[in-house]
């Protein structure tokens, strides 16, 4: 899987941001066998293939399985990830950058954390801080709320994207409640000195239970992405890291099915950063793109899946590779029509 393919830039000559193009990309895409119907959301669509079939954006529970991947523990109850993210006034618009835009330290989030469960001690609340960007919020009772990820909302204005539902107007409340906490704290005091982005707000999504069970054709994952480490912890399936490159990865290739994620391009894409996309693309072009055609080529590989994440899938094998007739398009027009 790689979300970002078509990147902020579709409409924009590719000659712009690129001074070459990505043709094994274009001719893979152009010879693939193309499937509709999966979904646009990478978050579903891992859920969808561990057969969490209802795992709509804003509905998969991400919480418990990320909690499960950052502590390798299982969370009885209701889990709630709450992440932390710099909330940026303009003019008109109160707009929301995550830890893809930021760095914080393992102290820092911790401190603000401490701040938090001060405030709402008396409420019997806790919240876990499993890495500097993943923090927990454990509820007795699960909250009747729509929400969406913050990479979702990234780059984006909050106003339209704030969590809903019957208890929507609380934790509203609750957000504006912590913004002001954590506006005086000395840890943003801190970083405002330094010139780095105030963690002004946290963010609620990703609320559930540990699913019972998944099930899933995959028998191994290459991947660093908290979600899939956890569907994969509990799933019972091995899990490695992502190599540097295809050739890497095609070395220790066995006849079992292999789910790889590659999201490199995400944060380009979601903040419409073109240059860093553009770069990204040529580096995925040469160290994954132009091996794995050159291998399914020669017969090296047999078949793979290509997911861009934008409710296509994308089918290679070596017969597929000989539609000569296919001629490639490229990638610009190809996100421009599709």
Same mark, same amino acid.
């Given at each position: 899987?790689?979300?970002g393919?078509c990147g902020p830039?579709?409409?924009?000559p590719f000659s712009t941001?690129?001074?070459q193009?990505?043709?094994?990309?274009?001719?893979?895409?152009?010879r693939a066998r193309?499937?509709q119907?999966?979904?646009?959301?990478l978050?579903?669509?891992? =859920?969808?293939?561990? =057969?969490?079939?209802?795992g709509a &954006?804003g509905?998969?529970?991400?919480?418990?399985?990320?909690?499960? &991947?950052?502590?390798?523990?299982?969370?009885?109850?209701?889990?709630?990830?709450?992440?932390?993210?710099?909330?940026?006034?303009?003019?008109?618009s109160?707009?929301?950058?995550d830890s893809?835009a930021?760095? $914080?330290? /393992?102290g820092e989030?911790?401190e603000l954390?401490a701040?938090f *469960?001060?405030?709402?001690?008396?409420r019997g609340?806790h919240l876990e801080?499993?890495?500097?960007?993943?923090?927990?919020?454990?509820?007795?009772?699960?909250?009747v709320?729509?929400?969406?990820?913050p990479?979702?909302?990234?780059g984006?204005d909050?106003n339209?994207?704030?969590?809903? %539902?019957?208890?929507?107007?609380?934790?509203h409340?609750?957000? *504006?409640?912590?913004?002001?906490?954590f506006?005086s704290?000395?840890?943003?005091?801190?970083?405002?000195?330094?010139?780095?982005?105030?963690?002004?707000? $946290? +963010?609620p999504?990703? %609320?559930?239970v540990?699913?019972?069970?998944?099930?899933t054709p995959v028998?191994?994952?290459?991947?660093?992405?908290?979600?899939?480490?956890?569907?994969?912890?509990?799933a %019972?399936? /091995?899990?490695?890291?992502?190599?540097?490159d &295809?050739?890497?990865?095609?070395? %220790?290739?066995?006849?079992?099915?292999h789910?790889?994620?590659?999201?490199?391009?995400a &944060?380009?894409?979601?903040?419409?950063?073109a240059?860093? +996309?553009?770069?990204?693309?040529?580096?995925?072009?040469?160290?994954w793109f132009?091996?794995?055609?050159?291998m399914v080529?020669s017969?090296h590989?047999?078949q793979f899946?290509?997911? /861009?994440? *934008?409710?296509?899938r994308?089918?290679? *094998?070596?017969?597929?590779?000989?539609?000569?007739?296919r001629r490639?398009r490229s990638?610009a027009?190809?996100?421009?029509?599709e």
């Amino acid at each position: 899987m790689v979300p970002g393919l078509c990147g902020p830039v579709s409409d924009v000559p590719f000659s712009t941001y690129l001074s070459q193009y990505p043709q094994a990309l274009e001719k893979l895409l152009a010879r693939a066998r193309v499937e509709q119907g999966v979904a646009q959301d990478l978050d579903a669509t891992l =859920g969808n293939l561990f =057969g969490l079939s209802g795992g709509a &954006a804003g509905t998969l529970p991400v919480a418990p399985l990320t909690w499960l &991947a950052d502590t390798g523990t299982l969370v009885d109850g209701y889990i709630m990830r709450v992440d932390p993210v710099h909330l940026r006034a303009d003019q008109s618009s109160l707009r929301l950058y995550d830890s893809h835009a930021f760095s $914080i330290e /393992p102290g820092e989030a911790l401190e603000l954390a401490a701040a938090f *469960n001060d405030l709402y001690r008396d409420r019997g609340w806790h919240l876990e801080v499993a890495s500097p960007t993943r923090w927990y919020l454990a509820l007795s009772e699960p909250p009747v709320l729509e929400t969406r990820s913050p990479t979702e909302c990234a780059g984006r204005d909050i106003n339209e994207l704030l969590p809903r %539902g019957e208890h929507g107007r609380e934790w509203h409340a609750l957000l *504006n409640e912590v913004q002001m906490l954590f506006h005086s704290h000395p840890v943003n005091a801190a970083r405002e000195q330094r010139g780095e982005p105030v963690i002004n707000s $946290i +963010w609620p999504w990703g %609320g559930g239970v540990l699913p019972a069970v998944v099930e899933t054709p995959v028998a191994h994952v290459i991947t660093d992405h908290p979600l899939l480490m956890g569907l994969a912890q509990l799933a %019972g399936i /091995p899990r490695r890291d992502l190599p540097a490159d &295809a050739a890497e990865l095609a070395g %220790g290739l066995d006849d079992a099915s292999h789910l790889v994620v590659i999201d490199t391009l995400a &944060a380009a894409c979601h903040y419409a950063d073109a240059e860093a +996309w553009a770069t990204g693309l040529m580096r995925l072009e040469t160290t994954w793109f132009r091996p794995l055609l050159e291998m399914v080529s020669s017969g090296h590989i047999g078949q793979f899946e290509l997911y /861009p994440v *934008n409710g296509k899938r994308y089918h290679v *094998n070596r017969r597929l590779m000989r539609r000569f007739w296919r001629r490639p398009r490229s990638l610009a027009q190809r996100c421009r029509d599709e």
